[in-house]
DNA sequence: GGCCTTTCTTCGGTGGCTAAATAAAGCAAT
DNA sequence: ATTGCTTTATTTAGCCACCGAAGAAAGGCC
């Protein structure tokens, strides 16, 4: 039975993650023979993205080469398309950020405009950089779902409702010249996670994703489930309450009705009425909840507990996910954690070790992405480097 | 990249599934050439379980042999190991049951005892049959998770607490000679159904399983999804009221307290109480959740009513499913549904179809399983089949 | 019969891997 | 310095599953 992915992509991810490692481990690890790494190596050596750097200490033989990921050697551009806002990284194979630049969401802009002035900020951000426009692979997209991955459309995204018939890979990719792939920004988020090292290899994890909705990407052992239609972790409209208020996806009692910005956002409306705290509201949800937020954590009481209930509720949809699909980690990551993460994190942890079934047989581990607000963009720019570099897929393996 | 799985089990899997198929459609179906199936045919005929049995039609040419699979070749034991009672079936390589057997359950029996009693029993099964002992390939048991798969140990289901420390597998293999392996009744029957050809190759869809507890078995492609410890598809300990009353397994709200039937039991009880309804109970839930099912086809409105609901919040907790992993199909198993599976079938059907996020991308289609009230057994049976003759894994798989 | 079509098999050849032999690079004892 | 030992890296031959092309077999049609 063979593995799915490339055994080059396989080596080149472990080369990345594990930092400078020798042919030696990457034998062991892989399972495959010093011989057979030999010959990849000299491959990746040659497609320049991976050199040797100096020669490890000796073990009372001849030392072995480090080798090492040449970061440098390509780059992929990432953009987290957002309602309220956008961002763009440009990252390159270590997965560090080199460039970033965050712009005004479409507003009252229709998908073509927009569309046309990504790709003139993009333009002018690759203009600043010094690199190599050809070392770059490509461009990938994260927006909230549902999109249809294939024809690279966001479908049925709520707050991006003008969208849903706009070609949007096939536009950006005519005015920018990339290659242009659109995911889920969980999934991206998730992915990105990944790409980074931070989420040993074999292991189950989940992105929970909160930007203004919440969506929730799956890796399952280096791979992106994406379900039958890419339409995977809708975390937000898991239902926390069957019978409870109607939300405007269809379902009853989603988490996002409790949990999510917009909720917090009105309850603290509510409060602010009523005179219990006192803050401002710009109407931009991002502004207003990380208002909250900042609030929570400056002591103020009534937004801590806004943003305690809303943690709870996340939390109690996360046990449910977590039944569900039984996993090892669990990762935040998107612009709402920014300033309450903590808070989100210590919450779920508790509530996901008390109430979920396997409690007892595993430990969920509940953590900050390590990339932060940038989850999202940064996974969609890792997304297409894997893609050109170690591709790899449930979704393409058909049975017959 | 390589496909997973052997290309020789793929191409039983098609003979098997496919019916009567020639090579021709064989090396059309799997991309292979027709040099290729002609070698892997050749293995499988002299391995005994594929025969030629005549010929097509003619398309001009020379006539194309037809292939069947040769039930008779190999046999799989199967068990469906539950409180209330237990089932073995026998099953063929075409997944034809010509063997089955109830017994009752556990009861005051312990571990030990128990499994002494299911040795004996399937040895005297198997010597009713007329088949060649050598021919049986191995014993899948399918009981209710929480399950420890690698040590073969059930170790966190309620209604079998005492199991929790009893080595299932080494023991049955023990006493029967036979290889064991355990998985998760509900992921049992979802496997069943694949192997019965019932749902084509290349869908991602679910079984839903409610024996006296509610699970759910995901199948990606044509194989097992396992999560990261094979408790995957804890639908019962998915909540539909996260602030509602505490369950036994920590969490709140659990559709279980609502849709299972202990809760259907329940509230028949207190309706027979007040005189709504006229039934005796037992007191072994599934024959009390029969004696409900049974008042509500012959037309007894509260009996209906009853079930009605209880349909409901199963549905609503597969909503959230459906959003989680994104579902091409839902099948029904499990002796809950004997009766009154189409009440189920089309509560389900309406409610993913009026909430599910995606619905306007995709239909998710809700039916009965083929296999009844023995899916899980006959998926059980079908798991060491599969497992001998055409393996394949996510899980064994690791990236490094 | 001869000819065409379609099915199935045989026969080199290829890609990705392995195992085993060899080359290279260091340390240590003499 | 030379010899020996250890460990790393590369080369070599070979295996395995597959492919492509050519051939053999089995039918229909003229």
Redesign the pocket.
Known sequence: M??RG???G?ALDLIRSQGPI??????EI?????????????ELLADGVVS?TG??E??????????EINPASRFGVGVDLGADSSTFVVADLAGTIIGRLGIDGPGALGPADYVRRMADDLAHLLDGLDIDRAAVVGLGIAAPGPIDREAGVIVGAPSLAAWSEFPLTAELSRLTGFSCVLDNDATAAALGEFWLGATEVGSTYASVYMGTGIGAGIVFDGTVYRGSRSNVGELGHVSVDARGPECPCGNRGCVELYAGPHAVIARAREAAASGGIDLEFTGVAAADFAAVAEAAITGHPLALALIEDSAEYLAEAIVSLVNIIDLDHLVLAGSAFEKVGAIYVRTIQHIVGERALSRHLQHVSVRMSVNGTDAAALGAATMVLQEQLSPRSLQSVTLA
Do not use: F
Request: aromatic content about 0%; glycine content about 10%; overall charge positive.
């Open positions: 063979r593995r490339s055994s080059k396989r020798s042919r030696v481990e990457l034998a892989t399972g495959l023979t010093q011989a057979t790494i030999s010959n990849l190596v000299r040797e020669r490890g000796s073990s009372g033989g001849k030392p072995r080469m480090r080798l």
